[in-house]
């Protein structure tokens, strides 16, 4: 097993910094945490720890051990926490490193997530022949999802998840891409916010609505290419992960499998989201230790 991982981490949040409505009053160090900080490095875990250490504990008790943070060129909360190198620091078990994706002139934002991989990937070619798996830091992913991808033997996959056990409400679930996979379980398609005939077309006859929530396992040297000729978004103008991955299905329908799981995905996007995940770390993690 090639215990590799990347975290992408280099999105600016907006959503998550805009003054949105909450249930309940945030306490005036997570308001300013919310509206300052990338929202992975939020102190909502138990004596104010980053969500993101508590991927990183899910990640470690998996069997990963060599992690690179995908961060802005300015994101300078992730290295004053998990070490100042650029690669090769230590963190209870996990060598962190990390891939600057940098904001183009013209822009205001990233390129996106498929050019967030592709800088990770460029800063590790001694990963060439080896296996990886990707994942967002603001969601909190089990160590059983993570474990799943570990021992994948594929090509490529990605979880699976049954969008009724997810956790979220009907209006926020309806945002989630779709996926279609065959028979054998190979994917054939990621639909991004799927019409209401979509996703009744590709529910299954138990009931079930399969969606993506942006792990996947992949090989450096077949999704490399992708990566780097996938192109921008006629909408959103980003160069997206499951736009690269529809051009690696074009060249090789069966290069993907799916895994199917269902579990609760904790998820920080918005400041309304932060009481949800406190209460779920602190029901999940009642004496949490990285330790």
């Known amino acids: 097993m090639d215990p ?8 600016i949040g907006s959503r998550m910094k805009k003054s949105a409505s909450v249930q309940g009053a945030l306490d005036a160090k ?20 980053p969500l993101l250490d ?46 600057v994706q940098r904001i183009p002139a013209g822009r205001t934002k990233p390129l996106g997530t498929a050019d967030a991989l592709l800088q990770a990937l460029r800063t590790r070619d001694d990963w060439s022949g080896r296996q990886f798996t990707v ?7 089990s160590r059983r999802a993570l474990r799943l991808l570990l021992e994948d033997r594929n090509i490529s996959a990605l979880i699976d998840y049954d969008r009724s056990a997810l956790g979220f409400d009907h209006h926020r679930i309806e945002q989630f891409a779709v996926i279609r996979k065959d028979r054998r379980g190979f994917l054939k ?7 209401p005939e979509e996703i009744s077309r590709l529910t299954d006859p138990d009931g079930r609505v399969g969606v993506s929530m942006n792990i996947f396992r992949f090989t450096y040297d077949h999704v490399l290419p992708y990566l780097e000729r996938v192109p921008l978004h ?8 499951p736009q690269a991955i529809l051009l690696m299905l074009a060249d090789d329908p069966d290069a993907m499998m799916t895994i199917p799981l269902a ?17 779920y770390l602190r029901r999940e993690f009642p004496s949490f230790s990285m330790s």
């Open 4 to 11: 590799n991982l990347v975290i992408l981490a280099a999105g």
């Open 30 to 49: 997570l308001k300013d945490e919310a509206a300052t900080i990338p929202k992975s490095m939020i102190g909502v875990g138990e004596s104010g720890r």
């Open 54 to 99: 508590y991927l990183l504990h899910n990640a470690r008790e998996s069997g990963y051990r060599d992690v690179v943070l995908v961060v802005g060129e300015h994101d300078e909360d992730f290295r004053a926490h998990y070490g100042k190198s650029d690669r090769g620091n230590a963190f209870h078990g996990l060598t962190i490193s990390y891939a």
């Open 135 to 141: 994942c967002n830091s603001d969601n909190l992913y």
């Open 189 to 195: 398609d990621i639909i991004e916010k799927p019409a």
């Open 234 to 241: 006629p909408a959103r103008l980003e160069k997206d992960l």
């Open 263 to 279: 579990e609760a995905v904790p998820d920080l996007t918005c400041q309304s989201d932060i009481h949800i995940v406190q209460e």
